[in-house]
Nanobody, 128 residues
Framework: EVQLVESGGGLVQAGGSLRLSCAGPGVTFSNFAVGWYREAPGKELEGVACSSGGTTFYADFAKGRFTISRDDDGKTVYLEMNNLKPEDTAVYFC???????????????????????WGKGTQITVSS
């Protein structure tokens, strides 16, 4: 079973930056599509960023502010978040899938929500 652990969350002021990491024992992310998702209080789970088969894409709210990346040895995936806003407050999850993290074409903007494995999430709180 694939276990994923997110880290790097916390409290940050609006305009600040955070970098989230996702890793797991024995997990090599080059074998998977990887997505970052978030769930804010009272809102549904939504996709943030996706990396699959050399393709990356982002939710509209993340474009220009967030960057998904993998380290060279494939053991860790990151989500770099800049210019954070109070509306970014949420629990952020890392998830992997054997096939893909987006539906249709990369330009569809549709994230797969039924990913194979999920981490437990890390809280990000952005104060105004």
């Amino acid at each position: 079973e694939v276990q994923l652990v997110e880290s790097g969350g916390g409290l940050v002021q609006a305009g600040g930056s955070l970098r989230l990491s996702c890793a797991g024992p024995g997990v090599t992310f080059s074998n998977f599509a990887v997505g970052w998702y978030r769930e804010a209080p009272g809102k549904e789970l939504e996709g943030v960023a996706c990396s699959s088969g050399g393709t990356t894409f982002y939710a509209d709210f993340a474009k220009g502010r967030f960057t998904i990346s993998r380290d060279d040895d494939g053991k860790t995936v990151y989500l770099e978040m800049n210019n954070l806003k109070p509306e970014d407050t949420a629990v952020y999850f890392c998830a992997v899938d054997r096939y893909t993290c987006y539906s249709g074409t990369p330009n569809s903007g549709i994230f797969v929500l039924g990913m194979d494995y999920w981490g437990k999430g890390t809280q990000i709180t952005v104060s105004s």
